[in-house]
């Protein structure tokens, strides 16, 4: 039954294997970890992540890239859709208004103005000019936060993104509803502007660092 | 007098979770008249929150007239907890311009965390900066977490490195963060600076590695971890390691894990023995993947389905199909993967009408959306069995933008069925309405053209070929044998076995052609060289090399396994199943879209790939 070749050299090797094979041997005895680089993650079936996950071959869709069929997920980590179509959680909240936080605005130890100048100088790069950053400033803060609030949108708003020192740049929602007051210190023109003093006690009321005043474990 | 007996009452149930007694002291407050007293009412949201019945919760918080802080961050984070935190954000919008105090900032952090947005994050994570809490360092924690989930490290970080007073929470928040990212430096730089580590950091590392990719990284963590003798007494970072070995379909190192299952005594855990089943089954031991499944004293629907699913990506069909039938039998509901692996099954033995019934009875008994792979998935079964009007109109039919892979699978199937007429129009709209992403794609293509002798249109694909970017990762090939496991690069190897395995490639390749009648297929390789450059090109591809390796070293008469990073070309593809014949063993190749069980000259995937 077993299937002989020409002898060479090659061939005596090639030989083994075309004669009748043996029963197959258990597996060898367990060793240390694979001490060789393996292929990194090829086969994965659709994972419980269901429609976020976009497959990219050809043929199929049950592989690679991106959705992991893994147990592990079967609780699934997005129980739900975050409603997206749903209203902003904050009043104020439009889209059109930005904060943008800042690290370190104008260096260490800088006075308020080189903040302040800070703040122009990088919306500048964005809108284009100095002049057009300060009209499109809303308000300043350079005490319990650093960072300012600016009218653009969404799309401006990306543009944000890798400018060195912008550590967040987050939509921005009212401090105080009633007056549709995004807070800090208001901003008019390239000028601080100090507020009414109603809004300006409002202001120090809603904003005034508080910490917790029930006992942690309640969590 | 009475009030503050009952809320004393509560604040035990609270503390002790106990839902009855919670509920009949509800009703003797209800009888009593003094429901809607605000200390009672508030607390009654609280208990009914830490009880675990967050509807009570919501339904009793919606009958309040006036709620004080304590009550929405009680039924918020009941919501929260009970998985349901859409609600969460919805029930909080609907309170028109609260203030939020700094347990309701988490409860909100946290709601945004578990749905995954990002974008509902961002809003709270402004409005907390602007707010009198925005030093918290509770929130900042959780605000790290959710960013880290968002797949943001960097936002992630500047959180972290804001906060004061860092707690292992904040620091195993921040490291999962960039494992997840496969930022592994960073997380393994930050791992080694927390001052406490427990079993929760460890396991975010490793778990978070293997999530990202990073199955060999996971590894060196967990043996460091194994040396340094943490006690795993949550077998999550257990699951995560069977994960990894799935992922390399690294069989040695799985079998070596599932000992360490069994002497720690989780065996009996069912997402372990779940992962267990993924795991054999990836590593194509799909014996072993039914020995686990059959042991289980529980199951669950990941349990059926990891092994319907192995079962059908190993071209076991019917036996998907049965075992699916016994699932349904035993009560248990199928979910959409366990569709996508019947209808993948069904694919691959023609069972056209029980793949439509599949289909049907997905949205009709179980309420299941399908998605783009349930589409995609029921193209290929309907394309093999040459319905291919009906898979085109499927294509226009569904509620999916079909893509380049799509397309392409209609393609394919109006190649082997001989339609050139069709494949020519469809190859057309494929070239003229996208940018290809895939090569094979354009192999595809410039064969089509070319049987329909479409000369002008062949060079036209070739040439965007060549434009493309040249791809980054070359093609290679490991092959699992006794300890170790080598890896083949396209190409002449420099490998020290070289001459052995040219040797016997060669005489292969011999009786192939003698006994076959096998000629190299050049059409494979769309390189402009010529005929003998192009023989030599498939006659060095990676995984030949290691199926030479393979045999040459490999235990006699054992299966061999090869794992190759792309998908395995048609030549090669022939040229496995000839050797599996000629040399009687069993070639198991796992590529970049499937398992082939190539044996006796067949392949279990019926050469549709």
């Given amino acids: 039954m077993a299937k002989t070749l020409t002898r060479s050299t090659a061939s005596r090797v090639a030989n083994r294997f075309l004669s009748t094979s043996r029963a197959a041997s258990p597996s060898p005895i367990p060793s240390h970890l694979i001490s060789r680089r393996s292929s990194p993650t090829l086969f994965n ?43 902003p959680l904050f009043p104020g909240c439009d889209y059109e208004h930005w904060l943008i936080v800042m690290d370190k605005p104008g ?113 | 007098m009475l009030i503050p007996h009952y809320l004393h009452q509560l604040q035990l149930c609270a503390r002790n ?42 339904q009793l918080f919606d009958e309040m007239p006036q709620r004080d802080h304590i009550a929405w961050a009680s039924v918020l984070t009941a919501l ?44 709270v994570h402004c409005h907390f900066i602007v707010s009198e809490y925005s030093h918290d360092d509770v929130v900042k924690s959780s605000l790290v977490d959710m960013y880290a989930k968002g797949d943001l490290p960097d936002s992630a970080k500047a959180v972290f490195d804001s906060i004061r ?76 390691i069977v994960g ?50 059959s042991r289980m004293r529980h199951r669950d629907v990941v349990s059926w389905t990891s092994l319907i699913v192995g079962m059908a990506q190993h071209g076991q069909a019917e036996k998907a199909l049965a075992l699916y039938d016994d699932m349904v039998s035993h009560g248990v509901k199928p979910n959409e993967v366990t569709f996508v692996g019947l209808i993948y099954a069904c694919s691959h033995v023609g069972f056209v009408a ?59 199937a109006c190649k082997r069925q001989g339609q050139g007429q069709m494949g020519v129009r469809i190859a057309d709209h494929l070239l003229g309405s996208f940018k290809l992403k895939d090569p094979s ?57 070289k001459d052995e395995i040219f040797g016997l490639l060669k005489k292969l390749e011999e009786e192939m052609r003698r006994r076959k009648g096998y000629v190299p297929d050049t059409n494979w390789i769309l390189h402009d060289m010529d005929e003998q450059e192009k023989e030599k090109l498939l006659f060095w591809h990676s995984e030949r090399s290691a199926v030479a390796y393979g045999l040459l070293k490999a235990v006699p008469g054992t299966p061999i396994q090869i794992v190759k990073n792309l998908r395995v070309c048609g030549d090669c593809h022939v040229v496995l199943k000839h050797i599996s014949e000629i040399t009687e063993r069993e070639i198991i190749v796992r590529d970049a879209t499937r398992y082939h069980h190539f044996k006796g000259g067949k392949c279990s995937c019926n050469d549709f790939w």
């Fill in chain 1, 45 to 87: 079936a659709v994972g419980f992540i269901p429609a976020l996950t976009r497959f990219t071959t050809i043929r199929t869709r049950m592989d690679r890239s991106g959705g992991s069929y893994s147990p592990l997920k079967s609780g699934s980590n997005f129980s739900e859709r975050p409603p997206t179509e749903m209203a």
């Fill in chain 2, 354 to 412: 029980k793949g439509r019934e599949l289909f049907q009875s997905m949205t009709k008994d179980y309420g299941i959306r399908p998605s783009l792979q349930h589409y995609t998935c029921l193209l290929d079964l309907l394309g093999r069995s040459g319905l291919l009007d009906e898979a085109e109109n499927l294509i226009h039919s569904m509620p999916f933008l079909p893509d380049e892979p799509t397309w392409a699978a209609l393609l394919s």
């Fill in chain 2, 80 to 123: 929260n907890q009970a998985n349901l935190s859409g609600k969460t954000l919805s029930v909080f919008s609907s309170s028109g311009g609260l203030r939020p105090d700094d347990f309701l900032f988490s409860a909100l952090v946290k709601a945004c965390a578990n749905l995954g947005s990002v974008k509902h994050g961002k809003q």
């Fill in chain 2, 165 to 240: 007073l860092k707690t292992t929470i904040s620091w195993t928040a921040m490291i999962s963060g960039f494992a997840k990212s496969g930022r592994k430096e960073e997380a393994l730089e930050l791992f080694r600076q927390i001052p406490v580590k427990n079993l929760y950091s460890w396991t975010a590392l490793i778990s978070g590695f293997v999530q990202s990719g990073k199955g060999l990284e996971a590894f060196s963590v967990f043996i460091e971890m194994r040396r340094e003798r943490v006690d795993i007494l949550d077998p999550l970072v257990l699951s995560s």
């Fill in chain 2, 17 to 58: 979770r106990t839902l009855t007694t919670a509920k009949s002291l509800h009703a003797h407050i209800v009888k009593l008249g003094i429901a809607q007293c605000c200390p009672l009412a508030n607390t009654l949201v609280n208990v009914y929150g830490k009880c675990g019945a967050a509807s009570h919760a919501h």
């Fill in chain 1, 107 to 219: 260096g260490e130890n800088a006075n308020k103005q080189q903040m302040i100048d800070c703040y122009v100088q990088t919306l500048a790069k964005i809108v284009g000019s100095e002049e057009e950053a300060k009209r499109k400033i809303y308000n300043v803060s350079c005490e319990r936060y650093f960072g300012f609030g600016c009218e653009i949108d969404e799309e401006t708003s990306n543009k944000f993104e890798g400018l060195p020192g912008v550590l967040f740049v987050l939509p921005d929602s009212y401090v105080d509803q009633e007056y549709k007051d995004y807070g800090a210190e208001l901003f008019v023109n390239g000028e601080v502007v100090p507020r009414p003093p109603e809004r300006q006690r409002r202001m120090m009321e809603f904003t005034t660092q508080r910490g917790s005043d029930r006992p942690r474990h309640r969590r």
């Fill in chain 2, 441 to 497: 794609t354009y192999i595809l293509l410039s064969n089509i053209y070319a049987s329909a002798s479409l000369w002008g249109k062949v060079s036209e694909a070739r040439r965007k070929l060549g434009d493309m970017e040249v791809r980054k990762d070359p093609g290679y090939s490991s092959v699992e044998v006794r300890k170790e496991t080598e890896v083949f690069y396209a190409g002449e190897t420099s490998h020290p076995l």
């Fill in chain 2, 244 to 293: 990894a070995c799935a992922n390399l379909a690294a069989s040695i190192a799985g079998r070596q894990v599932h000992g360490l299952v069994i002497a720690l005594g989780f065996d009996s855990c069912v997402f372990i023995s779940n992962a267990l089943i993924d795991m054999y089954a990836k590593c194509s031991d799909v014996v072993s993947a039914k020995d686990i499944f």
